[in-house]
């Protein structure tokens, strides 16, 4: 039994506003906290190679279950690539943590719940509300609070 958390990647877990990609303050605390009782994945539009070598470089390749990228399904907004990861899952056992609209849509074209990650500098929270968004938060810290409040085990 376990909740599944999935991520975008850029915006989200990665900041890539300037030309040196870093992880967001709080991503792997983050990622350490929920990795103890939730399946993590990374659904994203960057390509495949690209995702890998940064999460790898990054030390966070290992907390993920699995990966979808416009390289194994259709892009966000559609939902294939979250059907990909978490196929068979009750969804109400399942989030998406994204900074854009496409990751709100997705979410709810999939019929699961959203988390708006607006600790980009870019990141429009009434975009985000406008596009689905259940929560909107300004800090990684925040998400752990409300997917124990409101996500199911499968």
Known sequence: ???HIIFDCDGTLMDTSSSRYTLFPGI????VELSADCQLYVWTARDRLSTVRYLTEFDI???FSGI????DALP???AEGIQLLVKGVSKNSICVIGDS????MGAK???VMGIGACWATHVSSSNLVSAGA???VSDPSECSKLIKLNLKEN
């Open 1 to 3: 039994m376990t909740k």
């Open 61 to 63: 390749l290992r907390f």
């Open 28 to 31: 792997k605390e983050l990622l």
């Open 68 to 71: 979808s990228t416009p390289d």
């Open 134 to 136: 259940d929560f909107i």
């Open 101 to 104: 609209p496409a990751d709100m």
């Open 109 to 111: 074209n999939f019929g």
């Open 76 to 78: 966000k907004p559609r």
